[in-house]
């Protein structure tokens, strides 16, 4: 590893350790959220109200000091609305291009489910290529951009759910349970010290990067070695995926391209210049549970696609 990579470890310990002092008994949610932001990908967070999706977001964006913007997705939200429109200015006689909030460092997609196909895939193009074109003009998004979007697992009543193609635009799905009891506690008496500050937590993370060093811990993460066996690895798992009895709809081949990115990040995140089984191991779960469909008799035997997948991984030679 060299110099300026052994020096983006220690930046991913103080982002973690600043996320961890507000959300508090969540270390696998702020791992994963670290990792997909590490490699440059968008998280889709899925859990009950109340569980802090949303404060995650504006706290990561008080980390990084970057840029925050958040969209409450409803049924009549249009595309315009998120990524901006041009606007005819009388005194200058001209149109002029007001941005939308895509144009952030990290955009939380608050309740993604909730809004039409049409606005979903905006959003999922801006994430995609990196920019939105209206009215034949091309502007170019934030080159930090992070998009965390959310969806409440247990309330269907008017929303839309994400088809299989958009689903796996989205690096990683993160799952939100509740916390362990001490954790909760002790949660709840650091939003007590608060005091006056209990309205917005966020405000009082402190930022530990800026967003030349997010970009270049991105670049770190993509020079990360990985040996020829760990690549077969992965797509040996993904292959076998698309045959297994339990699943009706297995892996694409980016899921195959997120798999190693993610678990390039992560052997970064925990100071390693090589990936090794168990980085891909690590964050099978998170970037493949939302990229597969499990058949109707999976379903009804009460089969998780992380169950699957757990029984999937096992049939494949681990490489030494």
Known sequence: MTPSEAGVQPLLADLKRSLAEIIEGQDSVIDNVIVSLAAGGHALIEGVPGVAKTLLARSLASAVRGSFSRIQFTPDLMPADITGVNVFEPKAAEFRFRPGPLFADVVLADEINRAPAKTQAALLEAMQEGQVTIDGATHVLSPMLTVLATQNPIEYEGTYPLPEAQLDRFMMKIIVGYPALKSERLMITRMHQLGDQVQHPEKTVKAVLTPAQLLEIRSAAHRVEVDESIINYIVEIIRNSRTASTLSLG??????????????????????????????????????????????????????????????????????
């Open 251 to 320: 892996a694409s081949p980016r899921a195959g391209v997120m798999l190693l990115r993610a678990a390039k990040a992560i052997a970064l995140v925990r100071g390693k210049s090589y990936v090794t089984p168990d980085e891909v191991r690590d964050v099978l779960f998170p970037v493949l549970r939302h990229r597969v469909r499990l058949t109707p008799e999976a379903e009804i035997e009460g089969l998780t696609a992380d169950a699957c997948l757990e029984s999937l991984a096992k049939r494949v030679a681990v490489p030494r």
